[in-house]
């Protein structure tokens, strides 16, 4: 099948090669000229594991084309999947423009003659799909006046994207199941041949009407928020209590109901995803005069816990961070990606800046893209133990799997003393007391050594 994809970040450069890897053509456009140059000359864009592999035999097999025109994107494609972003507008809601640009783009190339299915697989507030048909055939009627069968030239379907970052080529490749929004007969059978190479183990297509499938999106992103949230705050209550969280989750997690994941506290959600689908989903409550208190809760939880390691810092350093300098392990707003939107660690790098502190940062992807956000504000290390290199404390922000057990001889030996702040909760409790270290992670006992 002929398929178009337009935007080729994380998730449409997933879909895109995901869906040239079972045989179809595959062209993928952009704006960004600079984006597609580098990938139509063999370059992959993101780091995502197992993604460059395919992206570049499928590349070298021809299935997998790129291009900065939407026309010749979309000339032969019987589907063309829009993977737009869809960030925060002023209020927090959803911002549309870049899905309504393109279709009202899309209207003045249709081709009466040749069906078409257009796939919103961006997050979108329910009733988008509905608004791209509109902008679709106003800008087609504008174009094409007094042409028939318009309306019969395409649909909109709704098939919102689950995949995680860092995991994103399995997730798609194998997905838990496929969600599509339609009431198209034409459209189901297109994408029910589509994904039948993805499902063959039994794993549901799940078909529903547009709004159902667009709101399954923000219920799945919000629902898993709320579990992280409900978990920091337990966290921040073993502290006080003195329980420890790593106990709480293991009794709780092995009831089924509940289930073992999503259950490590840490140092808040963040990413491309969560925290803008929750606020998207509040604001479109609230559009509909609904209060959903709930998520409003989780936010606030979440914002609070991106900086709840730092009272603990400026206490042990009696409130005075001038001058102190910090080794931070992990960048990413989590691991096994380089994708640093509203990453947890650049809350706790500006305000250790604010406070007149410096910081040595290692991550072992996501460094370039902060580089471009911080410049030369913070030191970037060429590997964890140099980061470490006259450090007052680590702190520990992303659980990269090559932190988890690290040399903590050579971390004694480059630390100007054992101080460790783990937003991970990596270490082991009775090993960090054994060796000596002030160590204090989230909702366990915390480690002191006097100052
Ligand atoms: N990243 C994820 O893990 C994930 C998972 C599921 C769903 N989503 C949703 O998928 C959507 C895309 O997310 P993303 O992370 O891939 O975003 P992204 O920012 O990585 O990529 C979007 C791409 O669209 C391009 N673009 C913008 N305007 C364009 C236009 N007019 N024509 C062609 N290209 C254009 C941008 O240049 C960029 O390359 C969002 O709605 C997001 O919420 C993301």
Redesign the pocket.
Known sequence: MNIAV???????LVTGTCFAETGNNVTC????LA?IEKLKSGTITIYEPGLEKLFIRNQKEGRLHFTSSLEEAIKDAAVIFL????PPGENGSADLK?IL??ATDLGKLIDPSAYKVIID???VPVGTAEKVHVAIMKSATAAFPGVEGLEEAFDVVSNP?????GVAVDDFMKPDRVVIGTNSDKAIKILNDLYAPFVRQGNPVIFMDEKSAELTKYAANAFLAVKISFMNEIAQLCEKLGADVDMVRKGIGSDERIGRRFLFPGIGYGG??FPKDVQALAMSSNEVKYNFKILEAVMEVNEKQKLHLLPGIKNYFNNDLKGKHFAIWGLAFKPNTDDIREAPALYIIDALLEAGATVAAFDPEAMSNVKKLLGDKIVFSASQYDALQNADALIVATEWNEFRTPDFEKIAGSLKNKIVFDGRNLFDLIQMEEMGYHYVSIGRRAILQPS
Not at 29 to 32: H, N, Q
Not at 83 to 86: C, D, Q
């Open positions: 337009v935007g080729t970040g994380y998730v449409g456009v952009d704006i960004d984006k993977a737009l972003p869809t870049y640009g393109v697989k961006s997050t994207e689950f995949l995680r970052e491309s995803c």
